[in-house]
């Protein structure tokens, strides 16, 4: 049974710091998910990136897979992913290209005579969407009655890692009845998600993914507004108090497409960083949520 949701407004210009800090601890311990406006990302700018993303998804698949995922940058098929490993189907019907730190040089571009201004587009994007997220996290860290910069003290800002990846959810309808999705049930790995979709419904949230049958509640998009979410590292390091919420993206009954930046961390950065422990009279664990 799938209801509709009315999820937390999120204020990031907000002069008020304490009181919006309080209304993210809300919505990351209730949802998981909320709406973050006024955020300092052009809607132009979003609505460029878009545009661009379907212009590079309607080159023909030869063109494509010249820029196939390496080093975690590129190109990756319809059907090349499952994220829910237990479905015993093809893989979700979904294609995407990933762009990572424009500074590290093993991001993929399509040429500039075929997509000009595409690579400039998307670095543009990436940073002002890694700046959003950086000033989010000092809400996060005071909405965890931590030091606005715990975060940053703790070195967990100190390599800007964070995947943007651009999706298109073709809306193959001949799918739609072999129990495909366009992105099967998961949860998110870094600690932040920040989301934009083109309007077209798809993702829906599961609250409790212990509930047996799963309740499934829309999502739907809000104008301007990124979708926030919050992912494993974040759960684990908050003790479970936030929650990395279960979602997915239904096979949607038209063509799709949306763009998300996650802010995460890797290797002995993210060892490092979950070994700086958040005081545990701060959080408190979730009943049935191991750490
Ligand atoms: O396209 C969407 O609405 C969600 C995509 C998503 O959940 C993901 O890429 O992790
Ligand atoms: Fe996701």
Known sequence: MLDALQLPVVDLSSPDRFSTANSIRQACTDHGFFYLVNHGV?????????????NFFT???????KLVKKNHRGYTSLYAEKLDTSLSTKGDSKESFYVGPPEDGLNQWPSEEDLPSWRSTMETYYQKVLSAATKLLSLIALSLKLDEDFFRKV??????FASLRLLHYPGDLDSYSEGIYGASAHSDYGLITLLVTDGVPGLQICRDRSKQPR??????SMKGAFIVNIGDTM????????????????????ERYSQRLCRGMFGKLLQRCLSAKIPTHKVHRLPGRAP
């Open 42 to 54: 052009d809607e132009e700018l979003i609505h460029k990136v878009l545009e661009q993303s379907s």
């Open 235 to 254: 759960e684990r390091w908050t003790n479970c108090l936030f929650r990395s919420t279960l979602h997915r993206v239904l096979l949607p009954r038209q």
């Open 215 to 220: 309740v499934w509640e829309d999502v739907p």
């Open 155 to 160: 070195g967990a800002l100190n390599e800007p």
């Open 59 to 65: 080159f023909p698949i030869e063109e494509k897979m």
